[in-house]
Structures are given as structure tokens and as C-alpha cells.
T-cell receptor
Framework: GAVVSQHPSRVICKSGTSVKIECRSL??????MFWYRQFPKQSLMLMATSNEGSKATYEQGVEKDKFLINHASLTLSTLTVTSAHPEDSSFYIC??????????????FGQGTRLTVV | AQSVTQLGSHVSVSEGALVLLRCNYS??????LFWYVQYPNQGLQLLLKYTSAATLVKGINGFEAEFKKSETSFHLTKPSAHMSDAAEYFCAVISFTGNQFYFGTGTSLTVIP
């Protein structure tokens, strides 16, 4: 399957600082990127969907000014958590898909980023 | 609208026993369904997918799933559980536009030695 690389895998930051998470598709064109947040022992909560070159579409309740998503190229999307607070500590996962392919094409997932805000 | 429901948030089986993880779907259009597995502190890995071809789908690691339209189900099975199967399993359906995945709440599989 296709490879999606997410970096960093773990990050610890101080409260009030910003953290950037990168998601790269290594061997296919990721026209669509999804960003998820996952709490312990829970399912994935979709935060936003972004199509390359367009503004991200945020899910209800997700602050777009706090979680900045950039999808400027077909291989890279970034999630920046601005002015992070301890409640932002979580596991963040990106996934990528080529929306111009068949509808049956699956999404490929990054390895996830464990964010801890202290 | 599409959605999936996973019955049983936790399933425990003995090593060597049958694994059965349940997933029921709701879809107004012919669904495309997926099973993903997640190991601790990792992303999701595709196990198998149903795309309206064969109703019995074989995936990686000995897993398979059968699409049953009459029961709106897509249950995941494996004849003999292995310790390495212990993980979180997610069923998902893709939207009609193909631009969004809807995940179930997940089932945590424990394999008892």
C-alpha cells in the first residue's frame, strides 16, 4: 500500500507555544488529507478535511484558528496547534487519499503524533 | 448518509479461538466498507475492504469479512486468534462522494494465552 509519513511521532511542548505536525504522502498524490484526534480508548474524531490548494473544512466544534491546517501541495499537509494548552494533549493522526481515483480507494494513515502539553 | 456501528467495544478470545468482530452499516447507496487495525500508539492499517465485487473478502493476517446485504453487516473474522492480533479494530464506510470516511467506535481485541 501507499505510504504516509507523519512527523514527529512524539512531541512535548510548553503551554502557550505552537506545535507543527507534518503529514507527507511518499508515493502518491494526496489530493485529500484528513486530520483526526483520538482520545485514549476512543475512536477517531475527524477534525478537518483539506483538499490540495483549498482551505480546510473543519468539523463542528473544532476551532480553525487554533488548529491551522495547510495543504499547499499534493504531498504535504501540516497541522499547527497554536497556543497549545494541556487539554490539547492527544493523539493526532493524519490520513491521505487521492480523491480522483476510484471511490473504493482507501485512505492511508500516518503513524500518528502523541502531543503532550505541559 | 452513511454510518457504521460496531457492537462490542471489547472482545476477548483465547489464543487459537475464532475471532468475530461485528460491524453493521447504514447507507443510502451501495456501500464501500473497510476494516482497519490500530496497534498502540500507531496509525491505522488497512486489513481489507469491500468494493461490491466478491461478498467474501480476504485480507491480511488471515482475516476475512463477509458482506451481507440482507443483514446490513460486514463482520470481521479470523479462524484462529494469535497473540499478535491484540489491537483496536475499526470498521469504516466511505461517503458517496468518496471524500469522507465514517468510522465505528472501535473494538478492542484481547487475546488470552
Amino acid at each position: 500500500g501507499a505510504v504516509v509519513s507523519q512527523h514527529p511521532s512524539r512531541v512535548i511542548c510548553k503551554s502557550g507555544t505552537s506545535v507543527k505536525i507534518e503529514c507527507r504522502s511518499l508515493d502518491f498524490q494526496a489530493t485529500t488529507m484528513f486530520w483526526y484526534r483520538q482520545f485514549p480508548k476512543q475512536s477517531l474524531m475527524l477534525m478537518a478535511t483539506s483538499n490540495e490548494g483549498s482551505k480546510a473544512t473543519y468539523e463542528q466544534g473544532v476551532e480553525k484558528d487554533k488548529f491551522l491546517i495547510n495543504h499547499a501541495s499534493l504531498t504535504l499537509s501540516t497541522l499547527t496547534v497554536t497556543s497549545a494548552h494541556p487539554e490539547d494533549s492527544s493523539f493526532y493522526i493524519c490520513s491521505a487519499r487521492n480523491r480522483y481515483r476510484d471511490r473504493a480507494t482507501e485512505a492511508f494513515f500516518g503513524q500518528g503524533t502523541r502531543l503532550t502539553v505541559v | 448518509a452513511q454510518s457504521v456501528t460496531q457492537l462490542g467495544s471489547h472482545v476477548s478470545v483465547s489464543e487459537g479461538a475464532l475471532v468475530l468482530l461485528r460491524c453493521n452499516y447504514s447507507s443510502s447507496v451501495p456501500p464501500y466498507l473497510f476494516w482497519y487495525v490500530q496497534y498502540p500508539n500507531q496509525g491505522l492499517q488497512l486489513l481489507l475492504k469491500y468494493t461490491s465485487a466478491a461478498t467474501l473478502v480476504k485480507g491480511i493476517n488471515g482475516f476475512e469479512a463477509e458482506f451481507k446485504k440482507s443483514e446490513t453487516s460486514f463482520h470481521l473474522t479470523k479462524p484462529s486468534a494469535h497473540m499478535s492480533d491484540a489491537a483496536e479494530y475499526f470498521c469504516a464506510v466511505i461517503s458517496f462522494t468518496g471524500n469522507q470516511f465514517y468510522f465505528g467506535t472501535g473494538t478492542s481485541l484481547t487475546v488470552i494465552p
